[in-house]
T-cell receptor, first 109, second 118 residues
Framework: GQNIDQPTEMTATEGAIVQINCTYQ??????LFWYQQHAGEAPTFLSY??LDGLEEKGRFSSFLSRSKGYSYLLLKELQMKDSASYLC??????????WGAGTKLIIKP | GAVVSQHPSWVICKSGTSVKIECRSL??????MFWYRQFPKQSLMLMAT?????????EQGVEKDKFLINHASLTLSTLTVTSAHPEDSSFYIC??????????????FGPGTRLTVL
């Protein structure tokens, strides 16, 4: 079956770095997405990886290992506004997104 | 670019009535639109996938006669919740892609519609 695993909740301190992990099992693979979702709002796109390696975009970076079925989202210089849920989603052979349950990130001052 | 709107943003209705939610791609042609439902503290649940001019493909467990989806144009899809009941209260989110198979098809999300059925 198809499955996405990510931690339910993480806590970090303002100004610090946090890494959110995601493992996936899909029928075929056409890339891995990370989305940010604030409470009561729709998800917003953060990153897309289809090749192995690290993609850096400002304070956010995303890593993919296709052989391990593993990705992580790295958030640097955490700000209070980064408190949100972070959703990992893998695109399967039909380009359909398989969604993880989301990781709620709590930032403390 | 790549803006998706939804209307209404929230709606309260009585049990047994029908509610229509519109999803529009404002600055691109959406070849595929997706409808999701999200219950509190849970992830997105895909309800159905619709391609312009064809019938929607519903996920297992989603009643197609209860959740009517119409994708009549490349910029508009509608979801009608028929005979709504309190258990249908949820956050309904649409997304749209305009890419071609073989490209990565980023989904652009609408702002969501909060449905409360009394």
């Amino acid at each position: 079956g198809q499955n996405i695993d990510q931690p339910t909740e993480m806590t970090a301190t303002e100004g610090a770095i946090v890494q959110i992990n995601c493992t996936y099992q899909t029928s075929g693979f056409n890339g891995l997405f990370w989305y940010q979702q604030h409470a009561g709002e729709a998800p917003t796109f953060l990153s897309y990886n289809v090749l192995d390696g690290l993609e850096e975009k400002g304070r956010f970076s995303s890593f993919l290992s296709r052989s391990k079925g593993y990705s992580y989202l790295l958030l640097k210089e955490l700000q209070m506004k980064d408190s949100a849920s972070y959703l990992c989603a893998a695109s399967d052979s039909n380009y359909q997104l398989i969604w993880g349950a989301g990781t709620k990130l709590i930032i403390k001052p | 670019g790549a803006v998706v709107s939804q209307h209404p943003s929230w709606v309260i209705c009585k049990s047994g009535t029908s509610v229509k939610i519109e999803c529009r791609s404002l600055d691109f042609q959406a070849t595929t639109m997706f409808w999701y439902r999200q219950f509190p503290k849970q992830s997105l649940m895909l309800m159905a996938t619709s391609n312009e001019g064809s019938k929607a493909t519903y996920e297992q467990g989603v009643e197609k006669d209860k959740f009517l989806i119409n994708h009549a144009s490349l910029t508009l899809s509608t979801l009608t919740v028929t005979s709504a009941h309190p258990e249908d209260s949820s956050f309904y989110i649409c997304s749209a892609t305009g890419g071609v198979a073989g490209d990565y098809n980023e989904q652009f999300f609408g702002p969501g519609t909060r449905l409360t059925v009394l």
